[in-house]
T-cell receptor, first 115, second 112 residues
Framework: DSGVTQTPKHLITATGQRVTLRCSPR?????VYWYQQSLDQGLQFLIQ???????AKGNILERFSAQQFPDLHSELNLSSLELGDSALYFC??????????????FGEGSRLTVL | AQKVTQAQTEISVVEKEDVTLDCVYE???????LFWYKQPPSGELVFLIR??????QNEISGRYSWNFQKSTSSFNFTITASQVVDSAVYFC?????????FGTGTRLKVLA
């Protein structure tokens, strides 16, 4: 158990809809990362937050947005969903207590299926 | 620019064989971290090892060993006496200043 919690674990929705994925980082971790993994694909970095502020941005579509709240949990919002958005979305956290030991701790992922 | 290359898309071995997964990286950062993660069929990503750019010591943990060579920008992972439970996708990753860059992964199939 990595200590990172993601909900929901599975989500099935239709094209054009909007969903929100939630992530609770490990206790004390200040940084949250979001990754997308499409079928048999690698991990595509979407966005990183550190202590509530956006720190780095990757290949995140304009239809997607994210935020990190004061309690450090994060949400990834996906709107106007398309079939190609079907993927496993991972949240990861790091930087516990200000000491960056480097490794990411991943949640179990949220599997999104768009029909 | 940073880049991680895992040229081996898929490897199949028979149980008890040794197998090496290759990872080559590119970075201009002088301080960086390298990682290996395992993604078993259940889907979660499991951290295996971290190595920083100033530590070129090889590491052994049970049947796992890692060979970090800055001269060739490689961070290879060897599993000795592979087991069926080692079947998974293995990702190599690089962290520079902020971003983590993952390779495309190597799918390892260990056959009984």
């Amino acid at each position: 158990d990595s200590g990172v919690t993601q909900t929901p674990k599975h989500l099935i929705t239709a094209t054009g809809q909007r969903v929100t994925l939630r992530c609770s980082p490990r206790s004390g971790d200040l940084s949250v990362y979001w990754y997308q993994q499409s079928l048999d694909q690698g991990l595509q970095f979407l966005i990183q937050y550190y202590n509530g502020e956006e720190r780095a941005k990757g290949n995140i579509l304009e239809r997607f947005s994210a935020q990190q709240f004061p309690d450090l949990h994060s949400e990834l919002n996906l709107s106007s969903l398309e079939l190609g958005d079907s993927a496993l979305y991972f949240c990861a956290s790091s930087i516990r207590g200000g000491q960056n030991t480097g490794e990411l701790f991943f949640g179990e992922g949220s599997r999104l299926t768009v029909l | 620019a940073q880049k991680v290359t895992q040229a081996q898309t898929e490897i199949s071995v028979v149980e008890k064989e040794d197998v090496t997964l290759d990872c080559v990286y590119e970075t201009r950062d002088t301080t960086y971290y390298l990682f290996w993660y395992k993604q078993p069929p259940s889907g979660e990503l499991v951290f295996l090892i971290r190595r920083n750019s100033f530590d070129e010591q090889n590491e052994i943990s049970g049947r796992y060993s890692w060979n970090f060579q800055k001269s060739t920008s490689s961070f290879n992972f060897t599993i000795t006496a592979s087991q069926v439970v080692d079947s998974a996708v293995y990702f190599c990753a690089l962290k520079g200043t902020y971003k983590y860059i993952f390779g495309t992964g190597t799918r390892l199939k260990v056959l009984a």
